[in-house]
């Protein structure tokens, strides 16, 4: 007898974005005065705390694939089904933000207050008022340079240093997580609550893994198969989404996604050797480092990626990794390689020029010539 086949499970529909609470509304000892951004997985507001008169960024966990703004200004599930998944995303919200007010780093999101009410939590946090990096890069003409890029991956390793020491890794890091202040301070946003929710279900879309700056170890079920085992998430899974975060400043766009690199097993950050000559072999190895597809591939600690970063002629690299004299005359031929064809092109023609000349001088070519004309 034929086995039934599994149903395939139905895409969710697409839903409208949450609705915010109304403002002036207040909340613990804050009142709401306008809406900042709402996202995937939450609202943030604008407020001030009336009786310091100090502004504040309210964030409220509000999925909206999971969750609705009820009549009361409640937050409900949308059905049973999705309770668990908001109420297991609620728990990771509340207990990373309590971990983040121990945590107190220039360039780390300031976390003030944590509490519960409405069905859901809120967050205080400080108001900030630059950009994200994303929308940043946007507005340039060219790509950073290496001394550039160099300074924002030293300037982001602090805060994640902080983090993982505070037993926190954020999960979620890109362009998008990355507030770029007027003075040019870079501040690390959100941590990725919701997405490693929806991230062990093995979904995607707007809360499910960052596609492109999200390692293999983040997709779940999704991950390539045969390599669900040492599939571990630590420090080395922020080191990727960094090591993204930084190819997309280089390139414009981040790489392919991690199950596709899985099955591709290619190094997508030393390949940009022969297109931009403006990063070297040293930094674009490091890249390929903190982009490698295996968790136990990539550094392990921040001090090791500090120890790279620092060192020169490749010292702190992994052997295998580390430039050396063949690689660099390998990738220097294949740079120049179109101009190889080219010059190859014009001596074969040249050869023929000089061949079909010095034919044309031979007594019986002439005389076949003057039989002919």
Known sequence: MPSTPTPTPKPRR?????????????????????????????????????ESDLEFALREY??????????????????????????????FFVNEAKLLLQIDHPNLVKVHEIWQERGTAFLAMDLYTGRDL????????????????R????????????????????????????M?????????????????????????????????????????????KGEAKALEKGPWTDFYALGATLFYMMTGRPPPPAPERARAGDRVALSLYRSDK?????????????????????????????RALKGEHGEGLPPALKP???????????????????????LLLAVAVLAVRWGLKLPIVQDWLLRWS
Do not use: C
Not at 14 to 26: A, D, E, F, M, N
């Open 62 to 91: 509000l999925p909206g694939s999971l969750a609705q703004r009820a009549a009361d200004g409640s937050v409900v599930p949308r059905s049973a089904a999705d309770a668990e998944v908001f109420e297991h995303g609620l728990r």
């Open 151 to 178: 300074n924002i991956l030293a300037a982001l390793l602090g805060p994640i240093d902080a983090l993982h020491k505070g037993g926190l890794q954020h999960r979620d890091i890109s362009p998008q997580t990355i």
């Open 324 to 346: 050396n004299r063949a690689l660099r005359w390998r990738l220097k031929a294949r740079r120049f390689k179109p101009l190889a064809w080219l010059l190859g092109i014009a």
């Open 180 to 224: 770029v202040e007027p003075d040019g301070r870079l501040v690390l946003m959100d941590l990725g609550a919701a997405r490693r929710v929806t991230s062990a279900l093995g979904e995607t879309g707007p809360t499910g893994p960052r596609d492109g700056f999200a390692p293999v170890e983040l997709y779940g079920n999704r991950a390539a």
């Open 14 to 50: 697409k839903l409208p974005p949450p609705t915010p609470l109304v403002i002036g509304t207040r909340l613990g000892r804050y009142e709401l005065r306008s809406v900042l951004g709402i996202g995937a997985f939450s609202i943030v507001y604008r407020a001030i705390e009336p």
């Open 134 to 149: 994303q929308d940043t890069m946007s507005t340039r003409w060219r790509t950073p340079r290496e001394p550039g890029l």
């Open 278 to 306: 403006r990063y070297s072999l040293e930094l674009l190895a490091l890249l390929d480092w903190m982009l490698a597809v295996p968790p136990a591939a990539r550094p392990q600690s921040v001090a090791e990626l500090h």
